[in-house]
């Protein structure tokens, strides 16, 4: 069991630019989801898949935000024409829904910066 | 509306003396409760959840916690506390449909020698 894995670790970009991030999932883990964590705060839910299925996205998701799991297995989290105010951490997890609550694992997140 | 709150953001403990950090939820239906712990730089790592059972459930690194009902509570304990046991740890609740968790803000637990 590798863990959770993210990549980059860190970003720096211009605003207007667009950023893609890559979050790797436990093996076998059948549900990603993604978060965003900004300084002082708790992560808040963005997006999660079920397999290939995205079941949830949350407000916070723009139409600047896109997020994919082709295939069920990794996924990618793309922003377009970055803002200032997307700086935050983007954090990865994965869990195996076998029951009635699963465990959720979390990567190293991703840390974006915005100029 | 359903959310988590952690009223401390900072707790202040000496090493070997017992910590507790607390969380308090509102929800509607039955809560499934979690704590996570992040270090500098660092994503989240699991310590514990409640789904349903005993009250007192015990997790990684000798934390434990202690689900309330009727105080809605879910408070994480540790009998002797550690200096690595310093960072930032977050409680978080999940509700009946989907798997997203919504987290409290965070409190931040500093051991001192």
């Known amino acids: 069991d590798t863990g959770v894995s993210q990549d980059p670790r860190h970003k720096i970009t211009k605003r207007g630019q667009n950023v893609t991030f890559r979050c790797d999932p436990i093996?076998?883990?059948?549900?990603l989801y993604w978060y965003r964590q900004t300084l002082g705060q708790g992560p808040e839910f963005l997006t999660y898949f079920q397999n290939e299925a995205q079941l949830e996205k949350s407000r916070l998701l723009s139409d600047r935000f896109s997020a994919e799991r082709p295939k069920g297995s990794f996924s990618t989290l793309e922003i377009q024409r970055t803002e200032q105010g997307d700086s935050a951490m983007y954090l990865c997890a994965s869990s195996y829904l076998a029951g009635v609550v699963e465990t959720q694992y979390f990567g190293p997140g991703t840390r974006l910066l915005v100029l | 509306a359903q959310s988590v709150a952690q009223p401390e953001d900072q707790v202040n403990v000496a090493e070997g003396n017992p910590l507790t950090v607390k969380c308090t939820y509102s929800?509607?239906?039955?809560?499934?409760l979690f704590w996570y712990v992040q270090y500098p730089n660092r994503g989240l790592q699991f310590l514990l959840k409640y789904i349903t059972g005993d009250n007192l459930v015990k997790g990684s690194y000798g934390f434990e916690a202690e689900f309330n009902k009727s105080q809605t509570s879910f408070h994480l304990k540790k009998p002797s506390a550690l200096v690595s046991d310093s960072a930032l740890y977050f409680c978080a609740v999940r509700f009946n449909q989907g798997g997203k968790l919504i987290f409290g803000q965070g409190t931040e637990l500093s051991v001192k020698p």
């Open positions: 093996s076998e883990h059948n549900r």
């Open positions: 929800v509607s239906g039955n809560p499934y």
